[in-house]
């Protein structure tokens, strides 16, 4: 019988990845993508199925209960996964509030409306699940000089940057409904994702511009610091596995089993970039040291042994491969490039955060 997901954040990088993974995947699925339409959302991402009958948007904010109810009422889904979230450490260090705001009040406000739509009378929730996409950063930083430990699902939480924070809280409230109230839900905490859609903001799609419009690569401190990249298609996986083969109240960290410091990263895209588009002038002395994060988390790194005993998940793909799939996806999207990079993006930007 067929499914109806509402997914939360669905125009973004990760959550546009999943509602097109799914659509492609199942025959018999029904998406609600629910998306505030922040800088980081961009319907152009999913284009190729708006009008696809299977699929719905709804430009609806995570912490309008009233809005979120009436959607719950609409569409009566069976699952929730819940990926919008304001999402960039950077920011997060400027503007904590708004993080605490749709982060954890969005996230208890999800938690709430399912809650309510889901319970019966004798207190139970039937066939449904609540799924929170979390990250490995609410675990806080491992040594680099430790190359063998890792995070577990068992590690305990020790977030840095207030966006960890902010996971982390969402991730508490998460426990509290299921230990509290039986709530059905799951929990994935993945390590830091790369491929198509991905705002300009994080690591990998920015140097990508960068480099292709020669301007400088900034890298910040030392850059040895490490983390364990994930290819979003594998992360789409994994979630489409925890949603039905999940064990009801189990965290699963997925990870890519691909650490690599950032200067290993930056050279790689010099490298496949240079070669991709036949350009000498991108190279090596585009890179810029500059001022470190405050509080950088020193080194991300995943055990998936878990979810691969349990679920049979593993990241397929290489990180030499997915970095060309993903340098060859942005050279075939210039405009979505230009288009995010815009003054229109960047002004919503300043709207959303001014006075704070
Ligand atoms: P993103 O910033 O690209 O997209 C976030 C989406 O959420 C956008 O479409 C935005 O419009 C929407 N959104 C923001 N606030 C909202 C609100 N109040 N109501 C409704 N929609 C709202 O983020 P992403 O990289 O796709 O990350 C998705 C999820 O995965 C997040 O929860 C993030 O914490 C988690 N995660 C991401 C990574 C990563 O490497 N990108 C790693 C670990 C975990
Ligand atoms: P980022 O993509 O912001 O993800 P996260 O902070 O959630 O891991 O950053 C990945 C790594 O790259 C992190 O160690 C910070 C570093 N970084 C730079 O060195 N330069 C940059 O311009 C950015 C955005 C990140």
Redesign the pocket.
Known sequence: MSKTYLVTGGAGFIGSNFVLYMLENHDDVRIVNVDKLTYAGNLENLADVEDDPRYAFSQTDICDKPAVKALFEKYQPDYVVNFAAES???RSIKYPEVFAETNVMGTVTMLNCAKEAWEQADGTYGDHKYLQVS?D?VYGSLSIDEPDTFFREDTPLNPHSP?SASKASADMFVKAYGDTYGFPVNITRCS?NYGPYQFP????P??INNALHHEKL????D?M?V?DWLYVADHCKAIDMVLTGGKTGEVYNVGGHNEKP?MF?VRSIIAECSKAVDDPAITEALIEH?TD?KG??RR?GIAPDKIKADLGWYPETAFEDGIVLTIDWYLAHEEWMSHVTSGAYMDYYKRMYEGR
Not at 218 to 221: I, L, N, Q, R, S
Request: aromatic share 12%.
């Open positions: 960039h450490v950077d990250t950063e966006y830091n903001e994080k690591l990998i920015l140097m900034p890298v910040y401190g850059g610091n983390r950032n990263i500059v994060r950088h988390d991300y």
